[in-house]
T-cell receptor
Framework: GENVEQHPSTLSVQEGDSAVIKCTYS??????FPWYKQELGKRPQLIID?????GEKKDQRIAVTLNKTAKHFSLHITETQPEDSAVYFC???????????????FGKGTKLSVKP | DAGVTQSPTHLIKTRGQHVTLRCSPI?????VSWYQQVLGQGPQFIFQ???????GRGNFPDRFSARQFPNYSSELNVNALLLGDSALYLC??????????????FGPGTRLTVL
């Protein structure tokens, strides 16, 4: 089955710096890669996602890159702010043609701390 | 996203007891998935349901079961509770086959503590 590895487990940056979180996956059939942000005691919230037919996607300060050949994808946060502090999870799944998304396999998470 | 609701918010049970957790998906969403999140870990997939049928099952024992109702709400049942079942149980809803945007949106979760 699919296995998702996420690094680093903790990341501390100064406000205004960039943060990069990396994930690798094992199943070459995986084709959907979302990133979730989870603040303490709250639900995971989708911040950005990418599908396998795209190599990069940006949304303001957040970007995700995907390398299908190497089976890894990364989250990039620029100009970090204290409110970016949270645990970030990457995930992977296979979307069956004409079907549902399928279950998400999550990484173990990265605790990001942005120091003012 | 904010439309997925779960009840109860918190629950304390003792070993051997049974628990039922409930989830209502976002209006119009037909698929519900259940995840278990142990403290410090990522969510682990338990079940996925669509149109009242089980579409996927994770690596959990038969003590875990679920069902989906005609209104697309769902219940997760856990029998013979063990200490290791203590976790945050998350429900996620998604719109099946809708324009390829089957993003999963999570509910606030039910915090289960087994003593």
């Amino acid at each position: 089955g699919e296995n998702v590895e996420q690094h680093p487990s903790t990341l501390s940056v100064q406000e205004g710096d960039s943060a990069v979180i990396k994930c690798t996956y094992s199943d070459s059939a995986s084709n959907y890669f979302p990133w979730y942000k989870q603040e303490l005691g709250k639900r995971p919230q989708l911040i950005i996602d990418i599908r396998s037919n795209v190599g990069e996607k940006k949304d303001q300060r957040i970007a995700v890159t995907l390398n299908k050949t190497a089976k890894h994808f990364s989250l990039h946060i620029t100009e970090t702010q204290p409110e970016d502090s949270a645990v970030y999870f990457c995930a992977a799944s296979k979307k069956e043609y004409g079907g549902s998304q399928g279950n998400l396999i999550f990484g173990k998470g990265t605790k990001l701390s942005v120091k003012p | 996203d904010a439309g997925v609701t779960q009840s109860p918010t918190h629950l304390i049970k003792t070993r051997g007891q049974h628990v039922t957790l409930r989830c209502s998906p976002i209006s119009g969403h037909k698929s519900v998935s259940w995840y278990q999140q142990v403290l410090g870990q990522g969510p682990q997939f338990i079940f996925q349901y669509y149109e009242k049928e089980e579409r996927g099952r994770g690596n959990f024992p038969d003590r875990f079961s679920a069902r989906q109702f005609p209104n697309y709400s769902s219940e997760l049942n856990v029998n013979a509770l063990l200490l290791g079942d203590s976790a945050l149980y998350l429900c996620a809803s998604s719109l099946y086959g809708g324009q390829g945007r089957d993003t999963q949106y999570f509910g606030p979760g039910t915090r289960l503590t087994v003593l």
